[in-house]
């Protein structure tokens, strides 16, 4: 069978294994080959994501006999303005939009995809992936870890390989009360505030790697700032109120149990009143 040895960037040999394996777990219902559309961030982490796409990932699509067309992003929103102008076909056509980089670069895929006329359907329908190779990659990780996989970008690369999707939920994002109100479709987390700001404001130190993060987060604790706004909760009547909600909670014994705990539905209209300031 097909195989790859990679190295470490500490130029240690991994374990070899089984591209072959990753290509035909996908599905022997599809005989077809897969068809990926893949973005690399040339700014991702460091600046070396284009290297690693070269040197291993693309390395790993060949031998899986994936079909790839790969796109290098030149700015920020050119991969938010190519999958908004894709005709349907063409994305329809794809097994997957892979993102090598961070989550700043997905987060770009999905905001095209939400643009488009058809771009719900192809949020349900159409796979999404992205392999680590950038300063913010909260999703990739939480992938990995979930997994019980290495955090490197060969592990990453035989998840997308393996084709198993799993459902993710996505929020939909309103700024409102000014002239330039938008929205956003967001996922894995939303923030405000102080870790907004070292996500944001650290950008011009991206050369740095992840270290950025952590200095400019250093920075502004020295020199905090305030952040006024005003938060409303929402405490439905019946079994929805507080009381029941957290005694539900405290008897859940695992996250499962957590999870199924049922939270009021959000087509519910919200009830006037009930504002907390802070």
């Known amino acids: 069978s097909n195989t790859i040895q990679a190295l470490t960037a500490s130029g240690a040999m ?27 961030n040339p700014f991702s982490g460091s600046g070396t994501a284009v290297k690693l796409y070269q ?10 006999g994936v079909q790839v067309e790969s796109v290098v992003t030149e700015s920020a929103g050119h991969a938010q303005d190519l999958v908004a102008t894709r005709s349907a076909a063409e994305l329809e056509s794809l097994d997957a939009i892979v993102c090598v980089g961070g989550d700043g670069l997905l987060f770009e895929v999905i905001q095209g995809l939400k643009s488009r006329v058809d771009g719900m359907y192809l949020l349900h329908t159409l796979h999404l992936a992205v392999i680590k190779a950038g300063s913010g990659k909260g999703l990739a990780t939480a992938m990995l870890k979930g997994s019980g996989d290495a955090l490197d970008v060969i592990s990453s690369t035989f998840n997308v390989l393996k084709g198993w999707p799993h ?10 009360g000014d002239a330039n109100s938008t929205s956003h479709v967001s996922f894995l987390s939303l923030t405000w505030g102080l870790i907004s700001d070292v996500d944001v404001e650290s950008e011009v130190f991206r ?51 957590a999870a199924s705990v049922k939270l009021p539905p959000l087509s519910e209209p919200l009830r006037e009143g009930g504002s907390c300031e802070g």
């Open 207 to 257: 050369w740095m790697g992840e270290v950025r993060l952590t200095l400019y987060a250093l920075y502004r604790f020295a020199f905090l700032r305030i952040y006024p706004g005003r938060v409303w909760l929402y405490e439905p009547e019946g079994d929805y109120n507080r009381k029941n909600l957290a005694e539900q909670l405290g008897n859940a014994s695992t996250p499962k149990d």
């Open 167 to 176: 459902p993710m939920d996505l929020s939909l994002v309103e700024t409102t």
């Open 14 to 40: 991994i374990e070899e294994e089984s591209v072959e394996a990753a290509a035909t777990s996908w599905s022997s219902s599809e005989p077809r080959p897969r068809k990926y559309l893949v973005f690399v």
């Open 55 to 64: 040197t291993t990932i693309s390395t790993m699509f060949k031998q899986a």
